[in-house]
């Protein structure tokens, strides 16, 4: 995709930017495979773990999908469906209460119920998984129900061609499900009577086929295959082919490809209508946080950061970013380079440390600026990268199109807050009638991402002082505490700054 997307940029961030600088969230609750987060809360909980919430969480949302009218599916309404005898347990709640920070208007509820089953299973062990964004949080529950372990095997091949799986599909998927976590005594007392969680098998944290081999060799202690006959749902299930499928998951690569394969399918279970975007692959050049600040001082502030995916450290290299003014005209001293340290660098793992990519970030400053400084006047319309490494010299250019940003609405350096709130400058370009100016901010509301607007209705002051190319409008409002973005419709389209995140301002 073409960079900015504002929704794909999210999307691809926390997916890819999983350890070291700049890493997102997820990966933190799987460090290590076995954390659990509430062990205070729930003292009783040993042998509880996150991976295993989450990927149970994904699969008791996906499992209301009915393929016959397109309802159910992924869409975050397991947190409307934690009444059910199926959704028994804390995990769910866990799952939600653990996640749903890192929702937004770009990330779903859904989606990250998605992404963190795949983030588990990728750096617990298991195979890359595809991924893909756009899913839609219900706001009602879902009527198709999910599996209970004292239905029979005839119940249950029916309940998964509901859901749109074959019977040998079904064999997959609860393997490479139950290839993670365990039994609660306290959620199926008669299942486990010793108290605590019982393994569905001896890796319980990390993505493997011993889920297979334990079931196969009669080692196994799943309480699924040993436990009392009525609910020995595992045991039926994995025999229900004369154990065809599980004696193929005994080679570990076709484990973990149907188990991939399974698993996408599994999170791209939607309700009908919902659109998904493309399988998110990483940006190998990406820009991040870039903004552009007023100074008032007849210049701009140009800050942010680069990544640049699967990069290996080189002392001789030499990032520069250029830039072309507003009119897309290029000058001969619009060039910066770029600073690093070694200790901006971060890394993507998956398939057992098989798949190790390191990502290199740069920054737009140097060590007298923050940021580099820009004329408003001439502004910057489009930037690029030139990689120089001994006598190799790279252009990153997105193919010729560079990477856009636009100048019409920013931040102003004299924004401040003091005790009666912040006191938002935004500066628009003279010249242009905006018909609104505002604010976006990411909020939760019922545990769903929403966005709230405020607008900047103060009257735009052309102050001189602060130079003729832009005026400033002025809001009083609270600071957000989230993400947030400042836009303006101007001429029927929207112009907005990218993220700003949470940050301090100066006292007023
Ligand atoms: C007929 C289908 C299935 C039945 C009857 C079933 C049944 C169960 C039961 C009874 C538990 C114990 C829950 C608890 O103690 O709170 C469990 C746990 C689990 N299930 Fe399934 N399951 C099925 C399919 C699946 C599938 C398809 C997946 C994922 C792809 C999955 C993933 C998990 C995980 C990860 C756990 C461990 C949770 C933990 O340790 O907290 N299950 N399952």
């Known amino acids: 995709y073409t960079w900015p997307n504002p929704k794909l940029d999210e999307l691809e961030s926390q997916r890819y930017d999983r350890l ?44 209301t999908h009915d393929v016959s009218d397109g309802s159910g599916g992924m ?20 799952t939600v209460d653990l996640l749903s920070g890192e929702s937004n208007r770009y990330a779903s509820l859904a989606d990250v119920f998605a992404l963190a089953m795949v983030v588990a299973v990728e750096h617990c062990g298991g195979p890359k998984i595809n991924y893909r964004g756009g899913r839609v949080d219900a706001t009602v529950a879902n ?45 199926f007392p008669d299942i486990v009577k010793s108290g605590g969680v019982v393994h569905f098998d001896k890796t319980f944290s990390n993505f493997d086929n011993s889920i297979a081999h334990e079931y196969l060799n009669g080692t196994t202690s799943n309480p699924l295959v040993v436990g009392p006959d009525l609910t020995n749902s595992d045991k039926r299930i994995f025999s229900s082919d004369n154990n065809q499928t599980m004696s193929s998951f005994t080679n570990p690569d076709v484990f973990s490809q149907t188990c991939a394969s399974l698993l996408a399918r599994m999170i791209d279970t939607v309700p009908k209508g919902v659109q998904l975007t493309e399988v998110i692959e990483p940006l190998i050049t990406k820009p991040q946080s870039v903004a552009l600040t007023y100074m008032g001082d007849g210049t701009l502030l140009l800050t942010g950061e680069v990544r640049f995916w699967d990069m290996q450290e080189d002392p001789t290299r030499k990032v520069s970013l250029k830039w072309a003014n507003r009119k897309n005209q290029t000058c001969s001293n619009c060039s910066s380079s770029l600073s690093h340290t070694t200790n901006q660098a971060s890394q993507f793992i998956t398939d057992n ?24 006047s001439a502004s910057i319309g489009k930037f690029w990268f030139e990689i120089q490494e001994g006598n190799n010299k790279i252009v990153e250019d997105q193919n010729g199109i560079g ?23 935004v500066a628009v370009r003279t010249g242009s009638t905006p018909s609104r100016v505002y604010i976006e901010a990411d909020e939760i509301s019922n ?23 832009y005026a400033i409008w002025t809001v009083k409002t609270t600071r957000p505490a989230r993400n947030w973005n400042i836009a303006a419709d101007i001429g029927g389209k929207k112009y907005t700054t990218s993220n700003l995140a949470i940050r301090g301002f100066p006292a007023c």
């Open 20 to 63: 070291g600088f700049n890493a997102r969230a997820l990966a933190s609750g799987l460090i290590p495979c076995d954390r659990f987060e509430f062990t205070n809360e729930e003292p009783d909980a040993v042998g509880r773990l996150n991976a295993a919430d989450w990927v149970r969480t994904a699969y008791h949302d996906m499992a």
């Open 75 to 94: 869409d975050a309404s397991i947190r409307l469906e934690l009444d059910r005898p199926e959704n028994t347990g804390r995990g769910f709640q866990d």
């Open 143 to 187: 009527t198709g129900r999910v599996p209970l372990p004292d239905e029979g095997i005839v119940k249950h091949i029916s309940s998964f061609q509901r859901q749109g799986f074959t019977q040998q599909e079904m064999i997959g998927l609860v393997a490479c499900g139950h290839t993670f976590g365990g039994v609660q005594s306290k959620s």
């Open 353 to 376: 440390g098989k798949t190790q990519i390191q990502s290199l970030w740069y920054s737009f400053d140097s060590p007298s600026t923050q940021g580099f400084t820009i004329s408003d």
């Open 403 to 425: 990477y856009g940003l636009q100048d019409m609405v920013m931040i102003s350096v004299t924004s401040c807050e003091s005790s009666s709130g912040l006191k938002l400058d």
């Open 447 to 469: 545990g769903l991402p929403i966005v709230r607007t405020v607008d900047v209705t103060g009257k735009p002051s052309p102050l001189s002082s602060l130079g003729k190319n």
